[in-house]
């Protein structure tokens, strides 16, 4: 990127979607996993004896989840990398 | 590494086909894991070196996930999975090797596992149910329910491969970002998290094709899936 040239607006509104996709993108599935781990907390707490089936289905859970904050990420790459429009 | 992650590098060329690095590095791989099982089940013992003992207990891991998550005897599956879970894991774990990076860090090699479990999801299907069996639980619960089954059957196979690529990647990203600004040693809690994240993406990704194949094979095999049950309520 040369600094000398007019900024493109285009760069301009990729970085800042890419910005706004990961940090608003985070929020939904941080609030959503907490509530996971805080559910199977509780359930390990009130039996103790069931929480290898529990951290594995956490597990799988938690990865669901993330998966939403990782497609944002994935938008955010998109934009800032193979951005169809910046060319 | 601060160049594009959808990028490759190509490292040499055979003839017309390019040979990229995550290439060479998967083909490093499985000569590892191949030609190391190779050598340690050459001469298997009753009394089990130390190398041996190891692996059995892995196998053994294994099965007991495969029949924890699947309720059915693990054999036919142990190949599947295990080969999965062993990949996945040592390749999210090869960049402690200076300069090789990770191959699931690229869209493609991911692609091409979740493809493996795409097709292997319809071949226990078809073999546990008969083809006619397997097509109609897409009509499951009701015929209106085909296109929402079909659309999850493909992106269910899309986000096994963006879940894969999206940790391993973002976290060699993250790396080498943090390694641009501040250099030593600051980046290697990030990287103890890293082998977390790689350990815990291997088990998602295999315990995700567990749960794909078993729902495809749904209640095809009632008596095994009550054995299993009855078991876990007696052991509980």
Known sequence: ?87 | MTASPLQLSVVFTLGPVAVTEPVVVTWFLMLLLGGGCLLVTRRLALHPSAAQAALELLVDALQGQIRDTMRVEPAPYLPLIGTLFVFIFAANWSWLIPGVEPPTAHLETDAALALIVFVAVIWFGIRARGLRGYLATFAEPSLLMVPLNLVETLTRTFSLVVRLFGNVMSGVFVIGIVLSLVGLLVPVPLMALDLLTGAVQAYIFSVLAMVFIAGALGEAAPSQRRAGTSEKRVVR
């Open chain 1, 1 to 87: 990127m040369n600094l000398n040239q007019p900024i493109n607006l285009i760069q301009i509104a990729s970085i800042l979607g890419a910005a706004i996709a990961v940090s608003f993108g985070a929020i939904g599935p941080a609030l959503g996993e907490g509530r996971a781990v805080a559910a199977a907390m509780d359930a390990i707490a009130r039996q103790p004896e069931a929480a290898n089936t529990l951290s594995r289905t956490l597990f799988v859970g938690l990865a669901m989840i993330e998966t939403m904050a990782i497609y944002c990420l994935v938008i955010a790459l998109l934009l800032l990398f193979a951005n169809p429009f910046a060319h």
